[in-house]
């Protein structure tokens, strides 16, 4: 691993997020199409007047919105990046205030919303993961084995280049290796 460990349930949070994200992008174009829908064809559906279905287009934008931005901060956590604790930290404080907004509104199952983006506001805070973020821990590698390799001595190194070199034949121009004396393709010497 390059960098400081990561810590405990990151890829888990991740991984989540990116899923919550692309349900609330496909979540939130059914719910902008279909209130959309039923506001211009007038249809009263389960007691909702219009003006709160037309409402509905604009809480499903939001729900849109949020989705996009939980994808990217899914996607930032996978990865490790520096960005990512700040655009979770905002993103969730979004998602709060939005869940505020829309169980004000009327649709009290929103109040749901708030308490995974206040445990993650409490996770994201958490000392250990804050500095995993903050203080460049680097791209996060599964593997030892997809880590960059580093030659354990240069003078190995050195040598290895050293022995390798080649240089041209003055008769015929074939590629003879440094310690040859006679060209291996015309015969003369080298």
């Known amino acids: 691993m390059i960098g400081k460990p990561?810590?405990?349930?990151?890829?888990?949070?991740?991984?989540?997020?990116?899923?919550?994200?692309?349900?609330?992008?496909?979540?939130?174009?059914?719910?902008?199409?279909?209130?959309?829908?039923?506001?211009?064809?007038?249809?009263?559906?389960?007691?909702f007047s219009g003006s709160v279905l037309t409402l509905g287009v604009f809480i499903g934008i939001g729900?849109?919105?949020?989705?996009?931005?939980?994808?990217?901060v899914g996607f930032g956590v996978l990865k490790g990046r520096r960005s990512a604790w700040n655009t979770a930290i905002t993103t969730t404080i979004l998602s709060i205030l939005f869940a505020a907004a829309v169980t004000a509104l009327g649709f009290y199952l929103a109040a749901i919303a708030l308490v995974p983006a206040l445990i993650l506001l409490f996770y994201f805070t958490r000392?250990?993961?804050?500095?995993?973020?903050?203080?460049?821990?680097?791209?996060?590698?599964?593997?030892?084995?997809?880590?960059?390799?580093t030659s354990p001595n240069i003078e190995s190194l050195l040598e290895t280049v050293e022995t390798a070199r080649t240089r041209k034949c003055q008769n015929c121009g074939g590629m003879v290796a440094a310690e040859v004396t006679m060209c291996p393709y015309c015969g003369a010497p080298a």
């Open 127 to 149: 000392g250990n993961v804050r500095t995993f973020f903050l203080t460049g821990a680097g791209p996060y590698v599964a593997s030892p084995m997809l880590a960059p390799r």
């Open 63 to 72: 729900v849109m919105v949020l989705g996009a931005f939980w994808t990217g």
């Open 6 to 47: 990561r810590p405990a349930g990151l890829n888990l949070i991740g991984t989540l997020a990116v899923m919550g994200g692309v349900l609330g992008l496909t979540f939130g174009m059914v719910i902008t199409l279909l209130a959309a829908i039923f506001s211009l064809i007038g249809l009263d559906l389960f007691g």
